[in-house]
């Protein structure tokens, strides 16, 4: 069934011409006796051991490599063969883009077959005896294809029964400026990924693999080469599982209630389209009905044109938001914004702002703004009174319709894939004191950058605010856009794209989470275009009931 089956030159029953099994092995050298022995003590006493068969090193965490890892070249070039003629299928989502094949577990390929044998006969018995790990006979293999601006970011690999991982590269002439390096993360105090320490550059025939732990964090850097494919076999060896630590809460990222500052601030920066009563109805309708708007030359072009200027000098201090496993990106250091910027940081925080938002949302982010609760209490008082005309202005169905819209978004967003939501009491004496607060910072976003969906994610219902600058030029394909998903579905609900001067409101319930898609290479084409050009920014806020 697994290409176990001995081979019999003989007649086959069936009046077919059976083809012959193929055989192969792997490296000879590894297999030697003292060499093994040797392996073995390495790996009991965690130190380093350097041969030309094999090298295995203990930092940033275990991991070897096996150079000329199987031992015929014809073998492995009719491997490869039979490998790019599977159906690949296009993997995607928050954390990689890459190309993978079917389950290469009952493939009945003669060289694909041969491979599942060395590995998970062969050469699974030679790692359980220098490991002194119970590797069972689950197989768990693959075919992925990484071409120009694919990538895997950071991760662990940790899933029930892994124990240690494997790759095996079939690439052609290979070198660091192609990209597709397997990087290796160091960790901080609180068992986190800090920066990469080691960068492994993929060679044909060689076959790395490293133990699967809380710490095994690692990423393949993004195929920078358009012409060649990053082509592998990969894996993993079970066994019983380690003992994992406990997860590490981050701190919460403070939120406050509004800046006392009245409504001349709204005319001072915000286009007078947005401020006309009638218009926020209207607004408030389509909100209420998607639970997202985008507000386009939401500013005013003399303020927006004040603020992009601002930016564009590069007078701004940035600094780098982790951990790699969570997000990557530039936070400005907000005690260093020059003034046109902190002006546009407290717009945002503005007691006008919140009740601007309580209009174009139906949501209650000021105490003058209508709430379901006093919907109920006019229709206590006259249910005849209380007919349609109620709901005019974000009442009566103001904090309630966007919730009952859930097609739209949930919630995990940005900011629960970037920091981790109180806990659930801490939420509840929140909303005993129903004080509407936010959150917010500036952020630059740049290739190399993005956000990760994570498990200890907590949710609750929130109002993402995203003000955009410096997109020109800036295409889907760069990557860079926020994607809102459902709870355990792949399938996109909604993305917002970086679009100049463009205010995008998106209301989020505990159903869906969100990220910051990776940006790739292609935006270096941006500046072809902006010379000075270093990607974009975007004012990035969350406000809270």
């Not at 607004?283 to 009905?289: D, M, P, R, V, Y």
């Not at 703004?369 to 005849?384: C, I, N, R």
């Amino acid at each position: 069934m697994d290409g176990k089956r001995p081979a019999e030159p003989g007649l086959g029953l069936t009046g077919k011409k059976r083809k012959k099994e193929v055989m192969a092995e792997f490296s000879e050298a590894v297999t030697e006796e003292i060499l093994k022995k040797q392996m073995a003590e390495a790996w009991s006493r965690r130190t380093p051991l350097r041969h030309e068969a094999i090298v295995m090193d203990m930092d940033p965490f275990l991991h070897c490599v096996i150079p000329n890892f199987i031992q015929s070249q014809n073998f492995l070039e009719e491997l490869q063969k039979e490998l790019l003629n599977l159906d690949f299928h296009e993997k995607y989502n928050d954390l990689y883009k890459f190309q993978q094949s079917d389950d290469l577990k009952k493939r009945k390929e003669p060289h694909i077959c041969a491979l599942r044998k060395i590995l998970f006969k062969d050469f699974r018995a030679w790692l359980s005896d220098i490991s002194k790990i119970d590797l069972e006979s689950t197989i768990d293999m693959s075919c992925a294809k990484y071409e120009f601006s694919d990538a895997l970011l950071c991760h662990d690999d940790e899933l029930e029964g892994r124990r240690i991982a494997f790759i095996l590269y079939l690439v052609p002439s290979w070198d660091r400026s192609l990209g597709g390096t397997l990087d290796l993360y160091s960790v901080d105090e609180h068992f986190q990924p800090k920066q990469i320490v080691k960068s492994l550059i993929p060679s044909w025939n060689t076959l790395v693999f490293f133990e699967v732990s809380p710490v095994s964090f690692h990423q393949v850097s993004e195929v920078l080469s358009e012409e060649k494919s990053r082509l592998s076999v990969s894996g993993w060896f079970h066994g019983p599982s380690l003992t994992r630590p406990p997860n590490y809460i981050e701190p919460l990222i403070p939120r406050s209630p509004h800046v006392p500052q009245d409504h001349e601030i709204l005319y001072d920066w915000i286009n007078p389209t947005y401020l006309d009563m009638d218009y926020q109805i209207q607004i408030q309708e389509e909100f209420e009905e998607r639970s997202e708007i985008l507000l386009k030359e939401f500013l005013k072009p003399e303020k927006f044109a004040e603020v992009c200027e601002a930016l564009e000098k590069g007078d701004v201090k940035w600094s780098s938001r982790g951990p790699p496993n969570k997000r990557f990106y530039e936070k400005a250091e907000e005690s260093t914004l020059p003034d046109t910027l902190k002006a546009c940081m407290a717009l945002f925080r503005s007691e006008a702002l919140f009740l601007l938002l309580s209009n174009f949302t139906g949501l209650k982010l000021h105490f003058l703004a209508p709430s379901e609760e006093d919907e109920v209490e006019d229709t206590k008082e006259g249910e005849a009174a209380s007919a349609p005309d109620t709901t005019e202005e974000g009442t009566s169905c103001s904090s309630s319709e966007p919730k009952s819209n859930q097609e739209a978004t949930g919630n995990n967003s940005q900011q629960s894939s970037e920091q981790t939501d109180p806990e659930p009491a801490e939420n509840e004496a929140q909303k005993e004191s129903s004080v509407p607060t936010c959150q917010g910072e500036l952020r630059h976003w740049k290739t190399g950058h993005y956000t990760l969906i994570h498990d200890n994610s907590k949710t609750e219902f929130a109002l993402d605010l995203l003000l955009y600058c410096g997109c020109e030029g800036w295409e889907p394909e760069y990557g860079g856009f926020t994607s809102y998903i459902a709870k355990g579905e792949d399938e996109e609900l909604l993305t917002v794209n970086p679009e100049n001067n463009s205010l995008a409101l998106v209301y989020r319930d505990r159903e869906t989470l969100k990220f910051v898609k990776h940006i790739n290479h292609r935006s270096l084409e941006q500046k072809k275009t902006f010379p000075n050009r270093t990607g974009f920014w975007a004012f990035s806020f969350v406000y809270y009931e």
